[in-house]
């Protein structure tokens, strides 16, 4: 990522970690640095298979992004929501429900939570290529969009390739059997996300059990968060606990989407993860979160690969016959759409379900 001149922008400060004693989850850690050669991408590929099938979620360090240039992704997230009026930003609101696309803003109070309370949450969102005429921005944001460009390319080619090889080959698959399906520039969605958490009410708190974003899964195939101090990140173990993602400075947190789940006949399982009330000593704070949440091709039908003994060893977990599999497209349209839009149906204690595309799509809260 450029690191020459830079335009100015207001230094954005995330504050300091929580020094409260929380229930972390134990995540493992995968080192990008060892994948130079087949023998190291053969032994990283057991932990990140066994990572992905056990937690659905690892830390992704070794990628060569210097602390520099990761403060510099905090400020210019924040630049979307601080640096930008309320009237502009209402001038690039994303049609969200129609189009099935976030491209542009979702303002806050456009989900909702629980118990009449919206959601206090403002995100950006850009199409990774940027490409001139495919997208407008807010003003303060175009003097960025060369950096905006390379965090894309960053992301993309030196993370979620990477990932995506050692992935293939746990299922024991050709290395670049999910890559060949994440193409940069063909037809897809794939985003860079900015997002901003904005503290919230005692009586909105007291309504939703500290809920900020319902238990869910994402519906991508691999979402790459960056690190960043306020706690409030958490993931369902597989004992069904709730348990907190611990910051670690520089690293990035990779989790797997519905499509992965999918593309992989459940030998990877999108893991339920949600949003709640910080910690006592950052409960103040806004949160201000990077994101790149990949997709697969617009037109890739998620079915199960073929040819994994790793998959035909643990037995395919389908949610759908192949012929009526959704494409990526019609998949991330149908979740888009009715992401805090439709009435949910209570199951059990807790559970809410909607159906999508003829598969049963939850929520916990």
């Not at 994948?35 to 990283?44: G, N």
């Not at 990774?128 to 992301?155: C, D, W, Y």
């Not at 709730?242 to 400075?249: E, I, S, T």
């Not at 806004?286 to 199960?304: H, I, K, S, T, W």
């Amino acid at each position: 990522m450029p690191t020459s001149t830079l335009p100015s922008i207001p230094r954005f400060d995330p504050g300091p970690p929580t020094t409260e004693n929380l229930e972390w989850a134990d995540l493992p850690v995968v080192e990008l640095s060892q994948t130079r050669t087949p023998e190291e991408r053969a032994a990283l590929a057991t932990v990140a298979r066994d990572a992905m099938r056990t937690f659905g979620f690892f830390y992704v360090v070794g990628h060569g992004c210097s602390p520099a240039q990761n403060e510099r992704i905090f400020d210019i997230a924040d630049v979307p929501f601080a640096q930008v009026p309320e009237e502009e930003k209402r001038g690039f609101v994303g049609d969200i429900k129609a189009t099935g696309s976030y491209r542009g803003y979702k303002l806050r109070e456009y989900w909702h939570i629980a118990n009449g309370v919206r959601d206090q949450l403002e995100h950006y969102n850009m199409h990774r290529s940027l490409a001139e005429g495919l997208q407008k921005h807010p003003k303060a944001l175009q003097p960025l969009i060369p950096e905006l460009r390379a965090f894309a390319e960053f992301n993309h080619y030196e993370v979620l390739h990477p990932v995506l090889r050692l992935l293939a080959l746990g299922m024991e698959l050709p290395e670049d059997t999910f890559v060949k399906i994440h193409g940069f520039d063909a037809p897809g969605e794939t985003y860079v996300r900015f997002m901003k958490y904005y503290p919230r009410s005692a009586a909105d708190d007291a309504a939703t059990a500290n809920v900020y974003l319902k238990g869910h899964t994402d519906f991508g195939t691999l979402t790459v968060l960056w690190s960043q101090p306020v706690s409030a990140l958490q993931i369902q173990t597989p004992d069904g606990r709730w348990k907190w993602v611990r910051h670690v400075p520089g690293a990035l947190v990779v989790n797997a989407g519905d499509a992965l789940e999918f593309l992989s006949g459940g030998f990877y399982r999108a893991t339920i993860h949600r949003v709640v009330r910080p910690p006592a000593d950052q409960a103040d704070r806004v949160r201000v979160g990077a994101f790149y949440f990949a997709m697969c091709d617009d037109g890739v039908r998620l079915e199960p690969v073929r040819g994994s003994a790793a998959l035909e060893r643990v037995g395919v977990a389908k949610r759908f016959e192949n012929e009526q599999a959704p494409t990526m497209e019609a998949w991330r349209r149908g979740r888009t759409s009715a992401y805090g839009q439709t009435e949910l149906v209570k199951r059990d204690a807790g559970v809410e379900e909607e159906v999508i595309n003829g598969v049963v799509v939850k929520h916990y809260n």
